[in-house]
């Protein structure tokens, strides 16, 4: 095959050429960023917990307390998978794990409210899931709510008309608007991050890989002896473009259909998806080219990368809420384009923000991009002097 | 008998000596988990986050909005750094990522609360940002409730009802929860206990395949058969004890952190959790074992799997979106994962402090875990006299 002329065009399709044939590097470019976000969004796709057992002690065995406990089967989040008639067997339940919830109901509940006292009914969670507590607290405080709005009006207050009653049982109106996330789903609040956050990885478990490889072939140094290779741009250049380019169709792929597939928040217009990706993908590839030129070894970089990860979406302060990370940690956190970019991503794609919103994030992404570039810079013309050095030694 | 137990100090002191000559294997060993120590707890010092940041939006901005403003500043989750009149302005601070959620008091509030005509005012979180708004929520239903009954107890106090009456009739029913184990719905320490034992399950996997995979790389399967008088057994244990030591060791250092140090509940006593931290440790290594004898020899394939599934099983595990809302498909999967059950062995034991056997099953699949893979030695054996290295 002829080769091409300029050397930016002979490094980029030699590392093109370079990775297709490579199987191990192809695992990590190619397959994880199209499988694993599929497998991802399809373990959170039922989006949240749905009628989940708990089981109800009810000591007071009324028409009132039955009522509660109608009202609280009924409901979506939990179901009554069990009716015991003391707490020592509904804990033996909760210890075998087939309910995760007990619902108690005092024997003076009804006699209480008869004599216009407070009755407390006790909800005991089991915390295995967080959400668990979430869901059971919600059924039963709603439960409760309306229950005591009725009791308000019908018991305690004379009102002649039905308006008054609902002013009586209501004087303020409160409306909750969950925003950007309507049903409170986990898959639209978690996918959309672990999306990029899976392009960082994959870039730079790919360009780690790939760097291990030259190092192994061409005894340590990460360039071949080429005529080819004595230009630091063009190299740098010519090997970020490859995996910029794979990159930005995989990106694409991820925000449109892997997005469309699964129902997640998708606002963004393409004009805005191209502004993010172009400066997130450029510091994601920078960093990997800057952060592999540590590996010695192709297997290295599965060592180095992975575990990382889990504690990035931490840092993020996209699950943990940002506002609560520690200085410090806000500090480390700064230096990885996943920490702006999944936060301009989840804004731009999920809350309809324009790229002028995410200033900031963009900003800082454009920074890191050139950080990482000139450090990746830095790093080659040093092995190119060694290359040459060892040229001229053999 | 005696042979083979030379033959596997011999390994191990090999293995030793081999650990010297890979920093990246070192760092990876040490700095990493204790790392990850140190930042998941300093991450989550305060245990559950408070203050987060809201905006209000008051367009009527009269006394008793003022009135009502007040009560709200004063809830625990919410801290509202942000006070307009336009609620558009609040939306973009929101997008720009300065806030999580926006109170709205419309125009004309006080006039429809004074002449009893149902005011609606109006709560909007940003559920994109899933916990920071299910906090900020759970505050806002309690002083939603709350602001209402106010207003008819006040009513009430005037036509001179007692106190007792008062809440009888405006909260009859109250609900007392109880999350059982972590009654300050803690985060730091479910959390942490699960994030941090499950990085270093992840680290002891990657590094098991690792191990073993080098030698194939560096093409010293064959001595190291020699050495171990071709017995795979003498092999597996000669190499994975230093490991299983030093990991062991770092999982007790983790547990006497989280519960003797930070005082996280451990209703079962520190050395039970020593106990079942050693088994995650065992399983982990029979799972990044039994990974290695499905790919022999070859070790990229080997870690690849290790990582897509290591990183995986923090999902799966099921503390933040729990296995039973999943599809029956990965609620079967969850089981083949060393992290799930030693995560479900905590909560039993150091979280509720119920008898261990409840959890027979939990602690039966990681000793599973631990030995299936001696079942299939046989196809280390075939790999170290049949396979090259194949990159």
């Given amino acids: 095959m002829k080769r091409p002329k300029f050397p930016i065009l002979h490094v980029w399709l030699d590392e093109l050429t370079d990775i297709v044939k490579d199987e191990g590097i192809l695992i990590f470019i190619i397959l994880l960023p199209l499988a694993y976000p599929l497998l991802y969004a399809m373990i959170y796709d039922t989006e949240t917990q749905r009628e989940l057992p708990i089981c109800v002690v009810d000591d007071c065995m009324s028409s009132r307390s039955r009522d509660f406990v109608r009202r609280v089967d009924a409901t979506a989040e939990v179901k009554v998978a069990e009716r015991c008639t003391d707490m020592a067997q509904a804990q033996e339940l909760m210890r075998r794990r087939e309910v995760f919830g007990i619902l108690r109901i005092p024997a003076e509940f009804d006699q209480r409210l008869w004599r216009g006292q407070q009755a407390v009914v006790g909800l005991y969670s089991d915390l295995t899931s967080m959400l668990y507590y979430k869901v059971e607290y919600l059924a039963v405080i709603n439960v409760a709510q309306e229950m005591n709005r009725h009791i308000k009006v019908k018991e305690h207050q004379a009102t002649t008309t039905r308006r008054e009653e609902q002013l009586a049982s209501w004087p303020i109106r409160f409306e909750e608007v969950k925003l950007y996330n309507p049903a409170g789903g986990f898959a639209a609040f978690l996918i959309p991050p672990v999306l990029m956050l899976i392009l960082q990885q994959a870039l730079c478990l790919g360009i780690g890989m790939s760097m291990g490889r030259s190092r192994e072939r061409f ?18 250049l010519g090997r970020a473009l490859v995996h910029f380019l794979i990159f930005m169709l995989m990106a694409f792929y991820m925000a449109v259909c892997v997005t469309r597939w699964f129902g997640l928040p998708q606002l963004a217009h393409f004009t805005e998806l191209l502004g993010f990706f172009v400066p997130y993908l450029a510091a994601c590839t920078f960093m990997a080219m800057f952060w592999s030129s540590f590996i010695y070894r192709r297997e290295d970089c599965i060592l180095l990368f992975v575990f990382m990860s889990i504690p990035l979406l931490f840092l993020s302060g996209v699950s943990w809420p940002g506002a609560s990370v520690p200085a410090f940690w806000q500090v480390v956190g700064s230096v990885f384009p996943s920490t702006w970019g999944l936060n301009a991503y989840v804004r731009i794609q999920g809350m309809g923000a324009s790229l002028g919103d995410c200033r900031q994030e963009l900003m800082a992404l454009w920074i890191l991009a050139g950080v990482y570039f000139l450090l990746t810079c830095l790093f080659y013309m040093f092995e190119i002097r060694k290359a040459v050095g060892r040229t001229i030694l053999e | 008998m005696l042979k083979a137990l030379r033959n596997t100090w011999l390994i191990t002191l090999r293995e030793l000596r081999a650990f010297g000559r890979r920093p990246i294997f070192l760092i990876i060993m040490f700095l990493a988990p204790l790392g990850f120590l140190w930042m998941f707890t300093g991450l989550m010092q305060s245990g559950l986050p408070t203050k987060l940041p809201a905006a209000l939006v008051d367009e009527d901005d009269t006394h008793v909005t003022r009135q009502l403003t007040r009560i709200l500043g004063t809830m625990e989750e919410t801290n509202f750094v942000m006070k307009t009149k336009s609620f558009t302005e609040a939306r973009q601070a929101m997008q720009r990522g300065e806030i999580y959620a926006i109170f709205r008091i419309p125009k004309g509030t006080t006039e429809a609360a004074l002449t009893q005509r149902q005011p609606v005012v109006s709560f909007y979180t940003n559920d994109t940002y899933y916990i920071a708004a299910s906090l900020l929520m ?36 109250v609900v007392e929860s109880h999350p059982l184990g972590n009654p300050h719905l803690n985060y730091s320490v479910v959390l942490s206990n699960l994030i941090v034992p499950g990085l270093l399950m992840l680290v002891i996997m990657l590094t098991t395949s690792y191990a073993l995979g080098i030698e194939w790389k560096r093409n010293r399967q064959k001595e190291l058969y020699k050495l171990a008088d071709g017995n795979i057994y003498v092999i597996i244990v000669g190499k994975l004890l230093p490991q299983t030591m030093l990991y062991t060791l770092i999982f007790w250092l983790i547990d006497l952190v989280f519960y003797s140090y930070l005082q996280f509940p451990c209703q079962c006593g520190i050395p039970r959790m020593m106990l079942w931290g050693f088994l995650a440790v065992l399983a982990s290594q029979g799972f990044g074992l039994l990974l290695f004898e499905a790919f022999p020899a070859m070790m990229r394939f080997a870690m690849s799997a290790c990582s897509l599934l290591g990183v995986m099983q923090f999902s799966l595990a099921g503390f933040s979106f729990p296995v039973s809302a999943m599809e029956l498909p990965f609620q079967w999967l969850s089981n083949i994962f060393p992290l799930h059950h030693y995560f479900l062995i905590y909560v039993n034991q150091a979280l509720n402090g119920y008898e261990i056997s409840y959890a027979w099953m939990n602690v039966a699949a990681l000793l599973g875990i631990s030995i299936l893979p001696w079942l299939f030695s046989y196809r280390l054996t075939d790999a170290i006299q049949n396979k090259e290295y194949k990159a």
């Fill in chain 2, 138 to 173: 759970k505050d806002m239903r309690k002083m939603s409730e709350m602001a209402g009954l106010a207003i008819t107890r006040e009513t009430m106090r005037a036509r001179g009802a007692t106190d007792e009456k008062i809440m009888g009739s405006i909260q009859p029913i």
């Fill in chain 1, 219 to 236: 005894r340590g140094l990460v360039i071949p002896p080429s005529k080819h290779y004595k230009n630091t741009l063009a190299i740098v």
